[in-house]
Nanobody, 125 residues
Framework: QVQLVESGGGSVQPGGSLTLSCAAS????????MAWFRQAPGKEREFVAAIFRGSHSYYADSVKGRVTISRDGTKNTVTLQMHSLVSEDTAVYYC???????????????????WGQGTQVTVSS
């Protein structure tokens, strides 16, 4: 049983920065694949970033260069640092985790077994 809780969302101006955190409990997830997805109103859930099996990081083209995903094994947390935010980044951001996902599957939300409740990010002028 794994529980994920996101935090750190809020409202920022374009060009601003936010750091989101995902706290995991129930299991140690250092060797799991951890990911961030986002979903804007009326839109499908979209891949943002992932750490594959606790090692290599991957990013969506839409955010590459503007976000950094990292993990802290001692705290069992995953962080998404975002900067140079634009209005298109407005969405609910979700943390996801999966133990056995393969690399080619990390981009698709339905392939993850565990999800947090989400945290709202709003970018507006």
């Amino acid at each position: 049983q794994v529980q994920l809780v996101e935090s750190g969302g809020g409202s920022v101006q374009p060009g601003g920065s936010l750091t989101l955190s995902c706290a995991a409990s129930g299991r140690t997830l250092n060797r799991w694949t951890m990911a961030w997805f986002r979903q804007a109103p009326g839109k499908e859930r979209e891949f943002v970033a992932a750490i594959f099996r606790g090692s290599h990081s991957y990013y969506a083209d839409s955010v590459k260069g503007r976000v950094t995903i990292s993990r802290d094994g001692t705290k069992n947390t995953v962080t998404l640092q975002m900067h140079s935010l634009v209005s298109e980044d407005t969405a609910v951001y979700y943390c996801a985790a999966d133990q056995g996902i393969i690399l080619s599957s990390i981009w698709t939300s339905r392939n993850y077994d565990y999800w947090g409740q989400g945290t709202q990010v709003t970018v507006s002028s």
